[in-house]
């Protein structure tokens, strides 16, 4: 461990600013970015908020992000504050850091520069480590090009190549890219390993089911909640870094035995994830492009879910996650939700194949969830199936939501005794049923 640093001992105060450009084509409200930015800015450890911001930009200045005023008028604010450190959600040209570092007399920040700095403090196993690395360097890389660019500019109009400061930053280049290169291997070194453990595991047929879905979206809690695991959970972004993968065996319906999977929470996605994190995350995200099934957990109760689950969407395909893998949207924390607004959800919910409502904290319509896990499993495995046909009275809606949930019912009439429910289902899905209480029983409890 380091030595404890004086940033440590005393927070730093961090400023956060959203810029918000004149005719921005983006789907987010300003508001919401600038608290999501916060909610980042409170990941990285030592921090003590001083202050945020939305700043309306007509248009970014090429040296110093800010116009003028702009400038003059946040550095007031600064000083006031005390700030030390500058934190802006969005991309800041080296130069136009360097020259606001300066004007502020803080240190400065930006999106990916602080995505980077999380993950970083996150990265506990090897392989961890090693992509946050290659991300950093690979950042760093871009910023050297752009300081040479300017730095030519600057010398502009004397129409020579390669003074000192090109050979300086040409070596500096070099030996990023013979670092990036060692990373790489010590990586792929690291994922072979990985990759030979997960085929050894393939000789047990368990299937994988990954968990993914924006930050703070209850991954974890709900990985917890269903394998009894302590992976931790916390109203942090990015709490979770390394993945984590569990072999555990569903519970099955009335305590019987369900079937055995195995589960694996992620990394959580963010908008404008910086592409130097994807590409450095691929080799982890494998297990999601293997997975079996894909559980997509939202946050229902989040007021921009929409973009959100977007997002998520965006960068499941460039990581190229193929359309017809099985997946189940995972309404999470409708604890948070109007009794009202739950009850449509509910609705929604019950005519929508594919979409479980659920809240990972009370652990309410988790046995839904885990029927329509089963249920898509065995669609994927393709296993046998046979038909039956079972009589339930009208009043028994609690066992025929569950055959519904289950996705075996084929056909449905209603007659004089009751509901007749023509099925097609494993072996599996029937024992869950044979095992599940009549409703006279559950009274008598
Ligand atoms: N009200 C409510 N809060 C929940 C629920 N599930 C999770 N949370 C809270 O949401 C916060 C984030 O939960 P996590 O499980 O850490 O979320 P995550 O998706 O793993 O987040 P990252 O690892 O950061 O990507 C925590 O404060 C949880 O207690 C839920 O069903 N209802
Ligand atoms: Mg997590």
New binding site residues.
């Given amino acids: 461990m380091a030595e404890p640093t004086e940033t440590e001992a005393k927070p730093t105060r961090a400023y956060v600013i959203h810029p918000d450009l004149a005719g921005r084509t983006q789907r987010r409200e300003p508001e919401h970015a600038l608290a999501e930015a916060v909610a980042l800015a409170h990941a990285l450890p030592g921090i003590e908020i001083a202050g945020d911001e939305v700043a309306r930009l007509r248009k970014p200045d090429a040296g110093r992000l800010f116009g003028k005023g702009k400038l003059a008028e946040i550095g007031e604010r600064l000083k006031d504050a005390e700030v030390d450190l500058v934190l802006v959600d969005g991309p800041v040209s080296p130069v136009q850091q360097r020259n606001l570092e300066k004007d502020w007399g803080v240190k400065l920040l930006d999106r990916t520069g602080l995505i980077l700095e999380i993950f970083a403090d996150r990265a506990r196993t090897r392989e961890g480590v090693l992509q946050v690395e290659l991300a950093a360097l690979s950042y760093q890389r871009t910023r050297l090009v752009r300081a040479w660019t300017h730095l030519e500019r600057q010398r502009g109009g004397l129409g020579f190549v390669g003074g000192p400061g090109e050979t300086q930053i040409e070596a500096d280049r070099r030996a990023i890219d013979e670092q990036m290169t060692r990373l790489r291997r010590q990586l792929e070194r690291v994922v072979k390993t990985r990759t030979l453990h997960r085929a050894a595991r393939a000789k047990v047929p368990y299937p994988i089911v990954a968990l993914v879905?924006y930050?703070?979206?209850?991954?974890?809690?709900l990985f917890n909640r269903l394998t009894g695991a302590e992976v931790l959970?916390?109203?942090?972004?990015?709490?979770?870094l390394d993945p984590t993968m569990r072999a555990i065996r569903l519970p099955g319906a009335n305590g019987g035995q369900g079937r055995k999977i195995i589960l694996s929470d992620t990394?959580?996605f963010i908008s404008d994830l910086p592409t130097e994190l994807v590409a450095a995350f691929r080799a982890t995200l494998e297990e999601v492009l293997e997975a079996d099934l894909i559980l997509h957990?939202r946050d229902i109760s989040h007021p921009e879910t929409e973009e959100q689950a977007a997002d998520v969407a965006e960068i499941l395909e460039s990581l190229g996650v193929d359309e017809d893998v099985a997946l189940i949207e995972v309404w999470?924390?409708i604890?948070?939700l109007s009794a009202d607004t739950r009850a449509a959800l509910r609705r929604t919910d019950a005519r929508t194949q594919g979409i479980q409502a659920v809240?990972?904290?009370?652990g309410e319509g988790l046995d839904d969830l885990i029927a329509a896990i089963d249920a898509h499993l065995s669609e994927a495995l393709d296993e046998p199936k046979t038909e039956a046909v079972v009589t339930l009275p009208f009043s028994d809606g609690r066992r025929r939501a569950w055959l519904h949930e289950s996705g075996v019912v084929q056909r449905e009439e209603s007659g004089e005794n009751g509901l007749t429910l023509h099925l097609l289902w494993t072996d599996r899905q029937k024992a869950g049923f044979d095992a599940l209480s009549a409703p006279d029983q559950d009274d008598d409890a």
């Fill in positions: 879905g930050t703070n979206a209850g991954k974890s809690t959970a916390k109203d942090m972004l990015f709490a979770t990394v959580g957990v999470n924390k604890d948070a809240s990972a904290l009370s």
